[in-house]
């Protein structure tokens, strides 16, 4: 089992409007990355979050970490085509040298 | 920069045959590590190291050798391929640890098909 649970698995969004990803851990998160991938390449680093209730945006995108620090969301606002991907978490959870990751949520932007 | 270079991009194998996964950065990160992602499980770590002539296994080492006699090179070799091993690995280097102050960075890829 995933020690990082992502949901939606995937999701299909119309261009302009919001869509929010959830990444969860029964375990606290000592840092959690979210990371974008495109089909066929590599992952493209976008936030980093430490601290409980810490909250990042950059361009249309925002992540913000739960004061438990046990719960990330990833939130993206009036959706362009350039979203569309992968997105995946991955989370310290406390073991050296060794971050987990969710299993990923596909996300498709309908023009 | 190149940042993290893998070659090859693709490549199809015979069970049983060998074969090694390169993986270069020129950043100066001490800290390396092999991923495999398979469909619904994420990404998985094989192998790392810390620095040069230090490796150590990650969740997923059974079938696969790692070394690191340079800063800059972190191959990954398949002993006898197996169907299972079929999969896309992924290659990332920090300055640290790559976990809570180090950023990991990716590169593209290399997706294996074991016949």
């Known amino acids: 089992s995933q020690e990082l649970e992502q949901s939606p698995q995937s999701l299909i969004v119309q261009e302009g409007k919001n869509l929010t990803i959830n990444c969860t851990s029964s375990k606290t998160l000592y840092g959690l990355y979210w990371y974008k991938q495109k089909y066929g390449e590599g992952l493209i680093f976008l936030m980093m979050l430490q601290k409980g209730g810490e909250e990042k945006s950059h361009e249309k995108i925002t992540a913000k970490l739960d004061e438990k620090k046990q719960q990330s969301s990833l939130h993206i606002t009036a959706s362009q085509p350039s979203h569309a991907g992968i997105y995946l978490c991955?989370?310290?959870?406390?073991?050296?040298?060794?971050?987990?990751f969710g299993a990923g949520t596909t996300v498709t932007v309908r023009a | 920069n190149a940042g993290v270079t893998q070659t090859p991009k693709f490549q199809v194998l015979k069970t049983g045959q060998s074969m090694t996964l390169q993986c270069a950065q020129d950043?100066?990160?001490?800290?390396m590590s092999w991923y495999r992602q398979d469909p619904g499980m994420g990404l998985r770590l094989i192998h790392y190291s810390v620095g040069a002539g230090i490796t150590d296994q990650g969740e997923v080492p059974n079938g696969y050798n790692v070394s690191r006699s340079t800063t800059e090179d972190f191959p990954l070799r398949l002993l006898s391929a197996a169907p299972s091993q079929t999969s896309v690995y992924f290659c990332a280097s920090s300055w640290g640890s790559g976990t809570s102050t180090d950023t990991q960075y990716f590169g593209p890829g290399t997706r294996l098909t074991v016949l």
């Open positions: 991955g989370a310290d959870m406390g073991s050296d040298y060794k971050l987990s």
């Open positions: 950043m100066n990160h001490e800290y």
